[in-house]
């Protein structure tokens, strides 16, 4: 099913992708130097759907830096919850093996006085 779903995602996006860069496909000089853009030394001439897609990949980079930023004191968090699980589930398994079966009834025996209180029997 998630194979399925991934499929009816993304064809039509690379359709729509493919479809941009028959249609755009005409060489476009980007300047790289804003003071003078008639200078050539810092122009490259590209098909414009290069363009696009650049900076659409540039976006997703971008923006999945600053999501993983955001995100970091969650990712903390989460480090030290499993640290500190770890640490809580050897203490049980160490208080497990040292614990020792009890020999004897855990209650008191018959006939004694329950602290202190004299023997009605």
Known sequence: MKRFLETLILVPIAVVLAVLAVANRTPVSLS?????????????TVPLYW?????LALGVILGG????????RYRKAARRNRREAAHL?????????TQEP??????????RAPLGLPNRA
């Open 32 to 44: 790289l130097d804003p003071f003078r853009p008639e200078e050539t030394a810092l122009t490259v």
């Open 65 to 72: 830096f600053a999501v993983w930023f955001r995100q970091g």
């Open 102 to 111: 009890a020999t004897g009834p855990a209650l008191p025996a018959p006939g």
């Open 51 to 55: 363009v696009i897609f650049a900076a």
């Open 89 to 97: 589930r050897e203490e049980v398994e160490t208080f497990k093996t």
